[in-house]
């Protein structure tokens, strides 16, 4: 599975993750202009956000889940 971006639209940069930690977004899915979904938090390079005190304390790296 690949990693995808999403541009910004205020500024037209690219939202920045590493795959364990990201810049904090605020997310829309969109259906025919209608908001049918939103998430906030950290990027997770996988179209989502990660959620927050998840961290497995058994991995040496950081690790949050996904919805």
Known sequence: MGCFSYK???CGKGVRSTSFSG???KIFLLN???VIQQMEGQYDSYGGVFIE???DKSVPHALK???
Do not use: L, N, S
Request: charged share 45%; net charge positive; aromatic share 0%.
């Open 23 to 25: 810049e904090k977004v």
């Open 53 to 55: 005190g998840t961290q």
């Open 32 to 34: 025919k202009g209608k």
């Open 65 to 67: 889940g996904r919805p």
């Open 8 to 10: 910004c639209k205020e």
